[in-house]
T-cell receptor
């Protein structure tokens, strides 16, 4: 069974810092990997989707990479802002039809 | 972009009562919707797959008689938690694929059973 691990579980940084969130998975046979943002009491917002054939995706200040061989993905956030404070979830689609989620990284960006 | 609407956002109910949660795809048709559950500090876990016009497919360990799913139309799926108990208190969230490969989520429902 696919296991998805996110490190760190929580992170607090001052505004302006660049930061990296990590996601690892045990089965490299995946179709795609997504990074989501979850705000308290709200649903999930898809940030980036990386297909299994791709190595990275970028959107604004966000960059996500995928290394299937090592079972790792990273989400890089440049010039962090207080509005980036949220829980970031890594999820991947493998042989099933639904996403396998990690427990998330809770990010706090302080002014 | 695709929008999935989920109601209610939160609900408090007494033990033994039933609670219905609605999930609607607002600007696309969803033949399949997914229901997830998230306990505090745990990952989102798939509960069941809702298929329009047919029975839902439940994941192992999820009681189908307790969590009733109805997907009567291409834009609406409902999850009814029957005879809710405190251990059913959780964050429930639905999702659906639009024509692409991104999965769009509702805003979630926080259920608290007293």
């Amino acid at each position: 069974k696919q296991e998805v691990t996110q490190i760190p579980a929580a992170l607090s940084v001052p505004e302006g810092e660049n930061l990296v969130l990590n996601c690892s998975f045990t089965d490299s046979a995946i179709y795609n990997l997504q990074w989501f943002r979850q705000d308290p009491g709200k649903g999930l917002t898809s940030l980036l989707l990386i297909q299994s054939s791709q190595r990275e995706q970028t959107s604004g200040r966000l960059n996500a990479s995928l290394d299937k061989s090592s079972g790792r993905s990273t989400l890089y956030i440049a010039a962090s802002q207080p509005g980036d404070s949220a829980t970031y979830l890594c999820a991947l689609l493998d042989s099933g039809y639904a996403l396998n989620f990690g427990k998330g990284t809770s990010l706090l960006v302080t002014p | 972009g695709a929008v999935v609407s989920q109601h209610p956002s939160w609900v408090i109910c007494k033990s033994g009562t039933s609670v219905k949660i609605e999930c609607r795809s607002l600007d696309f048709q969803a033949t399949t919707m997914f229901w997830y559950r998230q306990f505090p500090k745990q990952s989102l876990m798939l509960m069941a797959t809702s298929n329009e016009g047919s029975k839902a497919t439940y994941e192992q360990g999820v009681e189908k008689d307790k969590f009733l799913i109805n997907h009567a139309s291409l834009t609406l799926s409902t999850l009814t938690v029957t005879s809710a108990h405190p251990e059913d208190s959780s964050f429930y969230i639905c999702s659906a694929y639009d024509r692409g490969e991104k999965l769009f989520f509702g805003s979630g429902t926080q259920l608290s059973v007293l």
